[in-house]
T-cell receptor
Framework: GAVVSQHPSWVICKSGTSVKIECRSLDFQATTMFWYRQFPKQSLMLMATSNEGSKATYEQGVEKDKFLINHASLTLSTLTVTSAHPEDSSFYIC??????????????FGNGTRLTVT | AQSVAQPEDQVNVAEGNPLTVKCTYSVSGNPYLFWYVQYPNRGLQFLLKYITGDNLVKGSYGFEAEFNKSQTSFHLKKPSALVSDSALYFCAVRAASGTYKYIFGTGTRLKVLA
């Protein structure tokens, strides 16, 4: 149980275009999802907290107009990288927390999306 | 502020030998500590957690971790390493009381040599 599906697993796009990444909790409801960015040989950088039915909470330094997050249902959050540039190339990972989870519940991660902007 | 440190970028161990991946933490209040593993081009998988109780926590794939309050450490251990254990390991701590956010360490790459 607790499967999180992230799609696509990899994407190549041209500079200036937008890319949408989906994160779905397949067998549980997730009121809260998190979006991370991981640079090569570095740790996870939390970008934003996605809350179902409300606006996402962005971490300091993350441009909310560039990284659009929508959490329209209890099983789906999307991250759209708008007007992508080569510096946006990275590995993006989502994670989900069960709606009935507590503060000591583990996170369930998707398999990540490798974005390459040419 | 909560923080977690993984002092080793990489740990090499021979197959069959015991392994230890180190983690130290700094929290205000009771620590909620986690270990996750990441295989190449994949997301993170939960291994184990410490919330309260027994200082020795057992988790998935034969891993265990020892919580040491006096040394503020939460080292990951396994009695006998497998080549398939080679991966990137992250220690994490809950960011603050009353939040679901977690702070991750910088990760330790474990390489098990055949």
């Amino acid at each position: 149980g607790a499967v999180v599906s992230q799609h696509p697993s990899w994407v190549i796009c041209k500079s200036g275009t937008s890319v949408k990444i989906e994160c779905r909790s397949l067998d549980f409801q997730a009121t809260t999802m998190f979006w991370y960015r991981q640079f090569p040989k570095q740790s996870l950088m939390l970008m934003a907290t996605s809350n179902e039915g409300s606006k996402a909470t962005y971490e300091q330094g993350v441009e909310k107009d560039k990284f659009l997050i929508n959490h329209a249902s209890l099983t789906l959050s999307t991250l759209t990288v708008t007007s992508a540039h080569p510096e946006d190339s990275s590995f993006y990972i989502c994670s989900a927390l069960r709606s009935q989870g507590s503060y000591n519940s583990p996170l369930h991660f998707g398999n990540g999306t490798r974005l390459t902007v040419t | 502020a909560q923080s977690v440190a993984q002092p080793e970028d990489q740990v090499n161990v021979a197959e069959g030998n015991p392994l230890t991946v180190k983690c130290t933490y700094s929290v205000s209040g009771n620590p909620y500590l986690f270990w996750y593993v990441q295989y190449p081009n994949r997301g993170l998988q939960f291994l184990l957690k410490y919330i309260t109780g027994d200082n020795l926590v057992k988790g998935s794939y034969g891993f265990e971790a020892e919580f040491n309050k006096s040394q503020t450490s939460f080292h990951l251990k396994k009695p006998s390493a497998l080549v398939s254990d080679s991966a990137l390991y992250f220690c994490a701590v809950r960011a603050a009381s009353g939040t679901y956010k977690y702070i991750f360490g910088t990760g330790t790459r474990l390489k098990v040599l055949a």
